[in-house]
């Protein structure tokens, strides 16, 4: 009766019944998750926080609004701080996407580490156009690496504007050596013509959650080692 109801109100009333029946918290709190998974009005969907990173005009607002919109910008205005939210279908569950779109120009770089460490993901861009902002994501990495201190932390390098393969500054090679160093995925993308662009988010997505489920089983582990101990 109660898996079929969507109303908050009775499940909890019967929550009460069960702590003075069986005086076993652990069955209680199980029996809560399982409620809970029931009642898809109170069912939390997960968030990931991907922050885009990148020297200014490679294209970090223009891959984002593609990937939100399904549009294309073609004028250039800089971008001090954007977020967006979007729901997406990973892999067959809901969850939602907080995009921070950061400046790449270096007038707003102090307040850059602010956004680091929030992030849970890194979208790392540079224009395949020019040679200089491949240079500039080593700077973007070590930044990162120094807020967060974790090598594995969830990061793509994504080469934008390959549509304008005539104009190319960098070869797939140099960018496909830079990721392997990095041991990070690398993506070739177009916000002109969408190539790669949800591949990328969605990559990067992956990285995340799997990260999340890595270190929930960690935690579990060790909450099973402590109640060891006090037993
Ligand atoms: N041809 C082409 N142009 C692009 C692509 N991505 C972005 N642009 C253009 O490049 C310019 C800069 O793009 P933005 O997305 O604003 O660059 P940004 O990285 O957000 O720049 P900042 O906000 O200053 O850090 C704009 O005129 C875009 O239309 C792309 O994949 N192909
Ligand atoms: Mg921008």
Redesign the pocket.
Known sequence: MIGETNDITPVLSHLVIMVGETNDIISVLSHLVIIVGEANDIMPVLSHLVI?V??????????TLQFMYAE????????KADSYRKKVILDGSEVSIDIL?????EDYAAIRDNYYRSGEGFFC?FSICEAQSFKETESFRDQILRVHDDESIPFILVG?????EDQRETSKDDALAKAREWNVPYLE?????KMNVDEAYFDLLRQISKKKAASAQVKSKEKKKKKCIIL
């Not at 990148?54 to 891959?63: P, W």
């Not at 779109?101 to 120009?105: E, F």
């Not at 993308?189 to 013509?193: E, W």
């Open positions: 885009m990148g020297s200014g005009g490679v294209g970090k607002s223009a891959l294309f910008v073609e004028d250039y205005e800089p971008t779109d950061t400046a790449g120009q861009v934008n504007k390959a549509d304008l993308s177009s916000a002109k013509t």
